[in-house]
């Protein structure tokens, strides 16, 4: 398996996806999509090292919703407050 797909009722659909980054360094990469926005991607990047896959591996297993959601949760954050940000402005 490679992929996981949650249904957050506090962030919608979240996928969790076993990945490589541009670097070579292996990762679990997370996809949600808030309201206002296109898909956006938070991840978990490791050592490029058989320790670091391994690693990815076991991480990538123990993801489950909570997971998921705490894993996303900063993407979200971060939008709030950009919105406070702009709301401010006007």
Known sequence: MFAKIFDSEKYGQIVAMVGVEEDENPSVRFYAKPESMGVCMNSHVFQDTDEGYTDRDKLFESVDLA????????IFALIAFAEDLNSDET
């Open 67 to 74: 997971r998921a959601e705490e894993a996303v949760s900063p």
